[in-house]
């Protein structure tokens, strides 16, 4: 049987190509891919701006088993598992050998992005999302999906909100404690929602008027438009007037190097500041601050990268619990069929949608 997937060819330039669909082997499962979001990582890989090249798009995906390979019969939580079951894969690998996983940290493998980022040439070729089948690693954790879970949602679940759900976690309970989300993209609006379920009073901060509407629908209690409110100062003080004082918690997930300086100052004394927006290491991402503010007011700053993979069955039972509060399907407003998936990278890069969403067996035009 053939498949077919989406490779990088260059910088902003995608190719569809044809390969055979592998046998499982012992311990892997072939997934029939039904829908796979398209991530601002995958923005960035298209424009050239990340290590990997000529290797298959796509890491947040759903889908179901198209066949288990010998050993298989569960999912990680133990369920049983068979052919036509939904299911969604932690997008990177756990080597469970390289110094990070002997150390209990798994999300940061050192292995974790090898298999995302090989070439698509290289078998088993089925190694992304934008395609139509997915091979599933022996050393990669996947869940079932409970039924109340779209799959647009489910695919989702696998790297932004998981991620969120995590970070929040390691900052302890957040029961009427303050919170402010710089940015409200789909990181943002995944914080503000589960923060709020979590008792936190959440004021989100952002530039864009529809993406600041949005977020009251994730559990917002208050917005700071930055246009409206300019000046740091400013917003800084309007912030303290919406919840009574500085915040808490600081969560900047703008991927603005000159946000954490701004985290840093909102941040109230003894408070934790979380960054996760920005993820480059390229000598021109820096920024300014004064380290003296970080000392004085000793303030935790905690970079997550990722989560611990049993996280995405956390992350699953909380969008089935939470499904009817928040409208997290309407995070993903445009559908496209794989041989649009090009177009699909340049409308998002564009931000002429919210964010597209990838239908491998669609036919036809994007809707």
Not at 64 to 74: D, E, Q, R, S
């Amino acid at each position: 049987m053939q498949g077919r997937l989406a490779a990088m060819d260059g910088v902003r330039n995608i190719e569809i190509r044809e390969y055979p669909v592998p046998e499982p082997g012992e311990g892997e499962v072939i997934m029939h891919v039904t829908m796979a979001n398209v991530c601002g990582s995958d923005i960035h890989m298209w424009e050239g701006k990340h290590l990997f090249r000529d290797h298959v798009m796509g890491h947040e995906m759903a889908g179901v088993v198209h066949k288990l390979g010998a050993g298989v019969t569960t999912d990680y939580a133990g369920r049983p598992v068979a052919e036509g079951d939904r299911i969604v894969p932690v997008y990177y690998l756990t080597c469970q050998r390289c110094l990070a996983c002997t150390h209990g940290l798994f999300n940061l493998c050192t292995h974790g992005s090898d298999y995302q980022g090989a070439k698509a040439e290289t078998p088993p070729h089925f190694t992304g999302g934008f395609a139509t089948h997915y091979v599933i690693h022996s050393n990669q954790y996947f869940y079932k999906i409970p039924d109340s879970v779209p799959d647009q949602v489910a695919a989702g679940a696998n790297c932004g909100f998981t991620q969120m759900l995590y970070a929040l976690d390691q900052v302890g309970p957040l029961h009427n404690r303050s919170v402010v989300v710089q940015g409200a993209g789909g990181l943002g609006l995944y914080s503000s929602a589960i923060a709020s379920v979590m008792g936190a009073r959440v004021v989100v901060v952002d530039s864009v008027a529809s993406r600041l509407e949005e977020a009251k629908a994730f559990g917002a209690r208050a917005t700071v438009n930055m246009q409206e409110v300019p000046d740091m100062g400013d917003r800084a003080a309007r912030i303290g007037e919406l919840l009574d004082g500085a915040p808490e918690l600081v969560v900047d997930v703008t991927g603005v190097p000159s946000a954490l300086n701004e985290s840093i100052r909102l941040c109230r004394m003894g408070g934790t500041v979380l960054e996760l927006g920005a993820v480059s290491v390229d000598e021109d991402q820096t920024v300014t601050t004064v380290p003296g503010l970080i000392t004085r007011k000793c303030l935790t700053i905690r970079g997550i990268l990722r989560y611990q993979p049993w996280y995405l069955e956390k992350g699953l039972q909380f969008l089935a619990t939470y499904a009817d509060r928040f409208p997290f399907a309407s995070l993903t407003d445009r559908f496209y069929p794989l041989d649009e998936t090009q177009t699909a990278l340049q409308k998002a890069a564009n931000r002429e949608v919210t964010r597209a969403i990838i239908e491998p067996n669609r036919k036809g035009s994007a809707w």
